[in-house]
């Protein structure tokens, strides 16, 4: 990786989804520019070859532009869908009763198949159901060992394999599907960076995650169900970032209720020193329309305001007619938002506390350090990435230069606030620690002469976890010119 391109000019990375509109190499190179950060791969669509193409095509780009690019597979998850109408569709009125079984028979007016006993063995009278993204609402009357009685409380037409939301039960499937395992091993063989795990219920969908993951790539709980609110804590604990997906949230939580989880959410997974992404509809009206509502434009700001890692585009890059400008648009509102005042006073209404280690320790210091002196950047030196984690967690208002000999390493960092990640040669001793330091941040535009810089690392050099020296120096004048003629 040999790019001097310099960091973007904000904090708060943008991820991609990529799809029909933006699978080819002139596309998503078009996305990179326009400020996309990180390259999202929906697991749910398309073959086996599809998916691995689109992954290649994204690592040909990073060797082309010397950057680290950043690549999320997000998992389907298990979907729970109803079965086929003998028409292909029925009307549901209100007040009537409605039957779900196991029946492959095709459905009528008065019943449909709902292929997943699971369901059945947990469900109560008073129990909801939410049918086609909440469009329908029944409401569970008699159950029995073969189906459930419902009455319909919100009336609609229901056609053939509709999606079904249980929002007042905990149903008793694993978060990884059979289909999830294959794709799980396809994205890992391709080399993806992250992997976000879809429906998450409880702690232990994440542990069982990790131990498939293995390593071999960062995890993400997506958090869309609001059973997973109960054991946010330990969810958070186990998986390295959390997701808010306000797509099926926003169907099983009431409509007012989600952004006060997600202000929740965000600040939780602050505390924790996790990255937290929010996602689903932050600009939809651009999947067809050159420019956002308003509503949209305020409804990103204020993610942002609240102190996000990353703020997310679905369809609007995938399949929309604008995927550049909807990027560019995400851009210019992230950069607009980071120059308000306002914005450096509301991110630091969560407290971080350190735990009590040399290297929560150091990164503290280090924000308090960067503010004193107007340190133009934290430079950090890691192996791991860790470090580079903390330091962002702190919000620090300068560049984080992050120093990696693992090129893994600098692809997973595209998802942290602030990081700009090279992939570079180890240090050995400390001498070329300060150097470098130096070097790098004149070469990636981040430092000028007399400019000072924070600089992070550990002794021994390249032993990982070692994190314990904190160094403050200045670039001066005949520095700057050797590297104008190098």
């Known amino acids: 990786m040999t790019s001097h391109r310099p960091p973007r000019a904000r904090h708060v990375r943008v991820l991609a989804t990529l799809g029909p509109a933006s699978n080819t190499a002139a596309q998503i190179r078009a996305l990179y ?20 193409s689109l992954i290649a095509t994204v690592r040909s780009l990073e060797s082309e532009l010397g950057r680290p690019m950043t690549i999320l597979a997000d998992l389907q998850g298990p979907k729970l869908r109803v079965g086929r109408f003998a028409e292909g569709k029925v009307d549901l009125n209100a007040g009537a009763h409605f039957r779900l079984d196991l029946s492959d028979a095709p459905g009528t007016a008065d019943r449909v198949q709902l292929p997943h006993p699971e369901i059945l063995a947990v469900l ?5 159901l939410l049918l ?21 409380l919100v009336p609609g037409t229901l056609s053939n394999n509709k999606g079904v939301n249980v929002p007042d039960v905990v149903v008793p499937l694993p978060a990884l599907t059979q289909k999830d395992r294959h ?11 992250w992997v976000a795990l879809s429906f998450v219920q409880r702690a232990d969908d994440v542990a069982e995650a990790r131990k498939l993951i293995g390593g071999k790539a960062m995890l993400m709980a997506k958090i869309e ?19 808010v997906a306000r797509g099926d949230l926003g169907v099983e939580l009431p409509p007012q209720e989600v952004p006060g989880a997600q202000k929740r959410l965000v600040a939780a997974a602050r505390r924790a020193g996790k990255p937290v992404v929010v996602a689903t509809q932050m600009l939809e009206s651009m999947i067809v329309s050159p420019s956002p509502t308003r509503a949209e434009v305020s409804d990103v700001a204020n993610a942002i305001y609240d102190g996000v890692d990353a703020v997310m585009l679905s369809a609007e890059s995938a399949a929309g007619q604008w995927p550049v400008e909807a990027v560019a648009m995400m851009d210019a509102i992230a950069r607009e938002v980071e120059q308000d005042a306002a914005y450096r006073q509301q991110i630091g209404f969560v407290e ?23 340190a133009k950047a934290v430079v950090c030196f890691t192996t791991s990435g860790s470090t580079a984690r903390r330091v962002g967690r702190e919000r620090i208002p300068a560049d984080i230069l992050v120093m ?3 090129l893994s390493t600098a692809r997973r960092m595209g998802l942290s606030w602030g990081v700009h990640a090279v992939h570079t040669r180890d240090i050995t001793n400390f001498e070329e620690m300060v ?13 000028d002469a007399g400019d000072r810089l924070v600089v992070m690392a550990g002794v021994p050099f390249g032993v990982p976890g070692s994190t314990n020296v904190l160094h403050v120096v200045r670039v001066v004048g005949d520095e700057l010119e050797r590297h104008r003629k190098s």
């Open 33 to 52: 520019e326009a400020g996309a950060d990180a390259f999202r791969v929906n697991m749910s669509h398309g073959d086996d070859a599809s998916k691995a």
């Open 124 to 128: 109560k009278p008073g129990h909801r």
């Open 132 to 152: 086609d993204d909440g469009k329908i609402v029944l409401r569970v009357v008699a159950v029995d060992s073969v189906g459930a009685t419902t009455e319909v």
């Open 183 to 193: 794709d799980l091993s396809l994205a890992l063989e391709a080399g993806v960076d």
């Open 225 to 243: 169900k609001p059973a997973a609110l109960d054991d946010i804590d330990a969810i958070i604990e186990l998986a390295d970032a959390i997701m």
């Open 352 to 374: 971080t506390r350190p735990e009590p280690t040399t290297a929560d320790a150091l990164c503290q210091a280090a924000r308090s350090i960067q503010a004193t002196v107007g």
């Open 404 to 406: 990696t000999p693992k």
């Open 435 to 447: 150097a470098k330091s130096k070097r790098m941040a004149l070469r990636h535009h981040i430092a």
